[in-house]
């Protein structure tokens, strides 16, 4: 959910949802561009207007970052191989900020989990391994 405001009409505030973004930060502006589905049945409010969107974020978010190179495509999903008793186990996870060489997992790790970092595609759970070292 989106408050806008306009300093067209400034004791006013239009709610929205937002529908896409450009997935894309303009490296000069530091802007996303942002499509906000407003209802609007009178047309006071025109398109591609400049607003003033005011967004509720969640309070608290907890996260891992793990490198991008832990990642593990499968059919039944995205998956990371975890050490657990001396063997792998391939646990389901969730994205949420790609950084290019690292990725933000917002859930399935807990920041105890020791992650294998360049797992073999052929990784399987139940696979014995051994740590040899923590990456920093």
Same mark, same amino acid.
């Given at each position: 959910m989106a408050a806008l405001t306009l300093d067209e009409f400034p004791s006013e505030t239009f709610r929205g949802e937002i529908s896409r973004t450009s997935q894309s930060i303009d490296m000069a502006s530091r802007t996303l561009n942002t499509e906000i589905d407003v209802d609007n049945p009178t047309g006071r409010?025109? +398109? #591609?207007?400049?607003?003033h969107v005011h *967004?509720? *974020? +969640?309070? =608290? $978010?907890?996260?891992? !970052?793990i490198p991008s190179n832990a990642l593990l495509f499968r059919s039944e999903g995205l998956r990371v191989g975890v050490v657990r008793n001396g063997h792998a186990q391939l646990v389901p996870i969730t994205i949420g900020v790609d950084y290019g060489d690292a990725v933000q997992v917002t859930s399935g790790l807990k920041s105890t989990d020791q992650v294998i970092a360049s797992p073999?595609?052929? *990784? !399987?759970? #139940?696979? +014995?391994?051994?740590? $040899? #070292?923590?990456? =920093?």
């Open positions: 409010l025109l +398109p #591609g207007a400049y607003v *967004l509720k *974020l +969640p309070s =608290q $978010t907890r996260s891992v !970052i073999s595609d052929s *990784l !399987i759970s #139940g696979t +014995p391994v051994r740590a $040899t #070292g923590t990456a =920093q």
